[in-house]
Structures are given as structure tokens and as C-alpha cells.
């Protein structure tokens, strides 16, 4: 499989890639050392604190803050009066965009209250009991209006409208017709009519799929200081400082270059921390007092208040011909954006049928308004959702079929040249390989056994992006190199994007000190997501390797007083051509300073070769058929990495896609009252799986180099949550029966469909 | 949080002057667990009484003839691992080694549990079918309620003001005697009871046939509930009559009275109300066979 392709450079005896050393943050982050943005403490610093709104729906009719400033203590209170007015225009931001009106609506409401926890005014205080305090100080009358909170009903005529000037973006033209569905969108392949008129067997299915959140531990937060100099610095948990940067900026009307970012280690963010929420009303406060003000959001205001993934309604429809093929495939996706708009049907339907070589496709996507928060991007944000629909699907073609899964999936695989009904061609690809995999596994031979137990499989893709990223690297006399780069480091990136250049320069990972820049010392650097950190960011520490490397080609030159053109550089040595003189990495940085001074490497890319990434699970799973539950007996992913450059991250991501996807497709779910009121904003109603709810997940890394990379590295962080919500739906069938097309499947959804399969409500 | 004053009483006596003494916005502490998550989400309290120096309220003792003494402030996680508790007790060691995390169990208590009067507490239900009783200090001494009786309503119990719970005392188990606890939670661990139920049995000497019989549920109406006619539709029943214990389950399911909630559907948690007591009645009469 090494052969060099395009970008790739079919290397076979890598030194550092595949290994895996001590991680570069560990240490710091075991002993409790690394810094957070709650960790932040400064001289003078001011608290701040949000009042939210009470009701899903509503306008707001006055906003009286006057008991407020009048607390003893309060140093500042704002609505979106003190935010700059701003105009229509899309913001991209790395992994999904922003109207600047709308973003300057969602962090302080302007006019109308959009979900239940919509920020409405923010203070500040000298501590944070005292904000809090002042929080309940003032007094902010509404007009209830009725809450939406569906998409069908949200799509309904007669809808209450939540943006009433909003219309509907159809094909490219906007319809000028009022109305939440703020776009739709069709891809189309081949004649799907066709294809269902010559199909010997079609399945058409409904699926509803609940809101969710990312879960990510560390809450937002952003500390921010207006300097008398009008220079902004903000602190802050973000995956991407620059568009951090970037959207305050524009918020706050002023230049990029009077806003510098500082990135703090991130606890954890999956999609959710990229848009920004507090950083504004913190920088404003700051103005306002000449101080510091720090502001962290509780966890129910995370839940309220920040970006969950879309919940979505589903119907697809799948044709299949006489030989086991896949001849059509329909899916209407109409998928939730929360308050404002935004775009989750759009990378579902780049990946619902994405595994699979169908001639005949036809997707119809819809973006719909509804009084939730704003909806934001979650690991492979939208493809959780279509793979439900399509793999449940698949799981049913099959078993009419009476043929196994995998050798399905395998017989109408995706490959090298296939097109998917967004566009893109292939390149190579790893999908079938995951399949044999998958086949050839001892879980898939292993018989299960036992009442109630079932196993399922499900697919899953992802398209994965490249986007910007920077590099700086310079040469220190001891032979390390100082890596500084703009990815914030969630998943070991530090290390995956170090070991890419040591690789280059014949250096040890340890050799090598990667730090994480603020936005004023590293170039711009989109953010860490779209599975394109170890891609990108690794391929620009790649470059700036070569960089130094070509540098100190020319300092041995000098050195030996030969043409750099007589110089060779292998495995961490200089030689000359005549092998007669040669000089180690080390020896040669400690020498710099009598050769032209110190060496410096730096790069820039936006690579687009980013291959796609493929992922197969089996699952086993127990139904207690009496209660409901589903019990995970055992899980293994199967996944193309193209070149796993620190085999653990890649373990590590596949678990932790999996784990958040068995929470989604069991128990987790934004539960609305009638009022379209959160009644689960805490971690102990809006469950997440423990550590108890899960076996070791069992991993295996399949390697497809990617063509569109040097090493053949894929992203590896998102695919591993598109397969397991349809996984355990099929193994649930498996076991017990009953065709689970809602989620979550709660053990009381699970309790009702075995109700409806078996009448009555069961004995006790 | 706002501000308020904090008192250690080193006695009874000396904390039910403090209660008398306060305008009645007080708040007691044992372990905190539910407290302190109180007074951050809003709750306003003017003092709060920690109880954890008073002996009586941490004690946690045993008597052959007064039975076990579990001091109001006790943890969880030294009740289980008291060993009498491990012998004697098991139910009570299901209930307390369930609730929250570790570190939630080194503080909680079984007296912060009562008072907090939670439908879904997760001790009530084993107490109760222990028979075990509360201990309740006032202005005018100290009085016994049964715990089936110490709740009145979703965060509401007997404790009058100036009242606090001091102990909680449960009997010696008799011989061939059994008692399990067990709880419905969509996850594993961490996690509030859908419904919760336990059941104690007494066998006779051959530990065949049930000579008495006690069924509690949670979660499943406004207090714990002791379903007298559970335990009524076992006494006298040999120990593998399914339709006794269908009966049993049945009385369950009768007296539940749940709401729907984001945590369970009434159908669910009715239904759910037969299937724990099932599983508690078979744990417990397993329990009383190996005794």
C-alpha cells in the first residue's frame, strides 16, 4: 500500500510517526499544573454574570436594570444596546458560519428572546456572588410567544416565526416566502425515479433524532481586558483562536489587530467551542470598568445556552436490485438549527449514503428554525443523525435479503472513483477495507449467545477538512527545535503535529517542544475541527521542517565550504555527497552561531487532499426486557486513519467517538416541557455514559494512506460517532425484535416498542 | 451563594437552642451533598448548623438488643463498610454504595437523605422495610417516628421547627431473615431512581414458607411508600409461590402513583413498581435462604 501518490510520499520505515512517546502536555495536565480560563486571576478583576431568558419565545418589552447598578459592588451591567450594530454578513468560521447579526443576537438578545436561557443582559461585579446577585436584580418584562420546537411543526404554514424577517434560500434563490426553513437544498445523482422503478426491493423509513450536546467537561468562559490603548486581549476555551479573534472583532466593530487571543488549555469541545458566546460581553464589561472581567459559565448555562447539535426528522428511502445492489437512495433530512441559522442537514447529506456506490441519489435538505439554542457542529456534526437513518436501513435491506451485513456492505462499497451525490469523486479510500476488517475479526467470528442479546452493525463516514494552519520552528544549540503552532491542542495534537516534524529532521519526538500560540505570535490557524489538526496543522509543521532542513543544508555547505547541492541530509545526519565528511542534527544546531546565526523554519498551508474517513462497528448488546435497558456487551471500531501517526490519540478518538455515540443513541436528549422550557440542564438529568455503562471499547486501526498527504494521514476524530447510534438500533432488532427509529432508544422507548410488538404493557 | 452564619454544636442540647434561637431559615448539615447544591442554585439561607460534631449524629453503633444506631451525619461510605452493616444489613449496604459517586458517598448521609425527602431517595425504602425508626430531637425532647411515617410530600417530612432528625435506629434482623434493595436507573451508576423498590422477609426455620413479609417503593408517588399489601400477599406463602409474589408485585403496581417526568413515563414507572418489588421479594428471600 506505501506507493507514492501525489502528496503522499510512500515511506515505509517511519522513525517517530507510529510511535508513541510521553506526550509533550502530559505532565502538566496529570499534576493539575496546566492552565484553564477558569484558572485565570488578576489584579482588579471583575466577575461577570448573564441574566437569561425564562421562556423559550418571546419579545422583550423592557429591560429595567437600575436595581442592578445600584447593588454596592456592581461596576457595570450591558444589553445588546452596548454591542455595535451590525449588518447581514456570513462569518465563516472554520466548521459552520455566522450571520454577524445574528451572532450579535445570540450573545445579547436583540428584541426577541429566542430558546429558554437566550442571554439577555450581562454585569459585572466585584466578585461573583455579588454578579449573581445583581443578575436577579434586574428586570426584564416579556410578551410570551407560542414556542416552536420541532422541525415538522416548525415547517408547519401557519408556524409562529421566530425571525420574522427570515425567508426561505431554495436551490440558490432566495423564494422570498417567509417562513423557519431557512434553506433547502437537493443534491442529485443519476434518475432516482428510475431507480426505484427498477428496484426489486424498496424500504422507506421515518426517524426522529433528539437535540444533544457535545458534553465536553470544561465550561466556556472567556477573561478579557480593554486596555486605555484600546488593545483587547481575551483568554479563553476556544478550538480555534483566530476565528475567536475574528468574531470579536466584528462584534465588537474594531480591527482584527487590536483583538489578541490567548487560547488556554481546552477541556474538551467536539464542535461546541468554536462560536463565541461570552467573549464579547466580557471585553465590553471590561471597557466599561478599565478591568479585568472574568466570566465562566454553571453547566445549566451550557446546556441552556450554548450550541447543542441539531435534533433532525429523517425519512429515507432505499431501492435494491436483483443482484444485492443499491440502485436508489432518497433521504429528506430536515434538521434543527436552534434560534438562528445555521447548516446540520448540509454535512449530513454529504455523508447519509456516503459508504455505498449508488448510481441513482436524491437528497432533499432542510434548515430549520425552532426556540432551541443555536445549533452548533458535534464531531461529524449531522452525520450521527443520517447514518441512523441509512444504516437502520441497510440493517433491514439485509435481513430481507437473508445476506450478512458486511458482506453487504462490502458487495455495494464505496471505492477509488465512486461518486458520492454531493460531487466529489474519491480518491483511494478506506471503506472497503474497514469492511474485510470488520469480517475477518475475532468479535465478528465469535457467536453470541444468550437470550435478549443481539449484535448490530452500522458504517460510517466522514468527509473530514483542510483549511489554514501556520507553523514557526526554531533551532535551538542543544539540537531540539521549538515548534510554535495555532491548533489548540483537545486530543494530543501537540505531539501528533510535533512527531510529523521530527520525522522530517531525524529528531526524537522529545526533541521537539510544541507550544500553542496566542493569535498575535503564530499566522492564522483555523480551528481544531473538521477532523483537520494532525492533517493540517501536522502538514505545516511537515513543511517547516523541510524549511530548516534546507537551511542547515546550506549551513553544512558553508561549514564544509562545499555546495549545499554536495550535501545530503539521512535520518538525522549531514554528509557530504563524497561521504567523506559528516555531522549529526545536534552537533550542526550547536555550531549555528559560527555558521550565519540561528535558524528558524515556518510554513503555511490549506491543503485540500484530505481523503475522507471510513468507520464499521459491531456491537453486542443485552436487552432487559422487562425494563427497557440496553446493556453494551461488547464494541469494536473499525477505522481508516490512513497513517495513525500516534497510534493512542487514534485508540483514544475512536473510543471516545463511540462513547459519546452509545450515550447519544441510548439516553441522551434535550428534554423540552411544553413550554419549550430545558428540564435537563445538568449532568445528572441529561445522561451521558459513565465509565460503568461501557466495555472497553476494542479498536482497530486500518491504514489506507491518503493520497493527499505527505504521510497519508486521514482525520481521525469525527467518524467514530456516525456509526453507533445505527449499531445499537441493529443489535437491539437483533435481539429482541423490535425496530427503534427514534433517539434516544431510552429504556422507555425500548419498553414501548416491546409493548407495541407484544401487546399490553408486559407483566410485571 | 449568599452570606450566612455557620454554627458547630457540640450537642444536642446545644443545637436545638440554636434552632429555637434562629428565625427559622436554617439550614442543617450533614453531609452537604444536597445543601450546598442548594444554596448554589439559590436557596437562601440566614445559618446553617453543622451537626457533624455532635456524637449522637455521627455515631454509628450496634446492640444485639437495641439493634444498629446510625447517627443523622454518618456517610454512606462508613455505614457499608461497617462490617456489621455487611453481615447483618446487606440492604442497606444496596442502597447507600449506589448513590452518587464515591466521593459523593464519603460525604452524603442517610439522615441528609430523610430530611432532604426526595420521592426517588434511594435510603427510605430499605429502612422502612427494616422497620427501622427516626430519631427526632426538639424543644420538648426526643420522639420516635416510623420511616415510613417521616415523610409527608416531595421535600416535605414530620420535623417541626425546631426539630431535627438526630439518628436513625433499625432493629436486629431476626433469624432467616432477608432484605434487598434495588433501583431502575437508565445508566448504571449516577443516576436518580425511576423507581426504587426493597422488600424483608422473615422465613421459617426450614426456610420454606415466608413468615413475614415488608414491601417498600420510591420514586413512584409524592413519599416512599410501604405497600402493606405486598407484604400481606407473602405471609404464609411459600417462598416459590409465583402468585403470591405476582400479587405482591400487584399491590405494587396499585399503590403507585407516579408522575411523568424527564426522568420516566407514569405507564413506565407503574410497570416498573411490580417489576423492583419482584426483584427485591426474590433478592430477599435469596438473602434469608443463605442466612
Redesign the interface.
Known sequence: MATKTEDYLGITDYKVIGTRPIRHDGVDKVVGRAKYGADIDMAGMLHGAVVRSPHAHARIESIDTSKAEALAGVKAVITVEDLPLQEDKIEDLGEGAANLRHLRANVLADGKVLYHGHAVAAVAATDIHTAQEAVDLIDVEYEVLQPVLTVQEAMEEDAPLLLEDQTTQSLGEDTGQKSNVCTHFRHELGDVEKGFAEAELVIEREFDTATVHQGYIEPQNATALWAADDQITVWCSTQGAFTVREQTAQILDVPVSQVKVVPMEIGGGFGGKIRIYLEPLAAILSRQTGRPVKMVMSRTEVLQATGPTAGSYIKCKMGIDKAGKIIAAYAYMAYESGGFPGSWAAPGAMCIFAPYNIPNVLIDGYEVLVNKPQTMAYRAPGATNAAFASETIIDEICEQLDVDPLEFRLNNSAREGTRRADGPVYPRIGNEECVKTALSSEHYATQLSGKNRGRGIASGFWFNVGLKSSAAASVNSDGTVSLVEGSTDIGGTRTSIAMQLAEVLGIRAEDVKPQVADTDSIGDTDVTGGSRTTFATGWAAYQCALDIKEQLIKRAAKLWEISADDVVFDDGTFSSSDSSKTISFKDLAGMLDEIGGPVMGRATVNPSGVGGAFAVMIVDIEVDTETGKVEILRVSMIQDAGKAVYPSYVEGQMQGGVAQGIGWALNEEYAYNGDGLLANASLLDYRMPTCLDLPMIETHIVEVPNPGHPYGVRGVGEVPIVPPAAAVANAIYDAVGVRMTNLPMSPAEVLKALWAKNGGTGTA | ???FDYAAPQSVDEAISLLSAGNGNIGMLAGGTDLIAQLKE?RKIDLMIDLKQIPEATALSFDEDSGLSIGAATPCSKIYSYDVVQSRYPALVDCTSLIGSIQIQNRGTVGGNFCNASPAADTPPAVIVLGGTCRIAGPNGTREVAAEDFFTGPGQSVLQSGEFLVSIQVPTPAANSGAFFLR?I???????A?ANAAASVVLDSDKTTIQEARVAIGAVAPTPLLIADAGAALVGKAVDDEDAI?AA??A??AAARPIS?????I??RI?????L??RAIQGAIQRAKES
Open positions: 451563594m449568599n452570606a439559590g431502575f437508565p445508566r448504571n451508576e449516577m443516576d436518580i425511576v405476582e408485585c400487584a405494587s403496581r417526568d424527564m426522568r420516566g413515563t405507564e413506565q410497570h416498573l413498581s411490580g417489576v418489588t419482584r
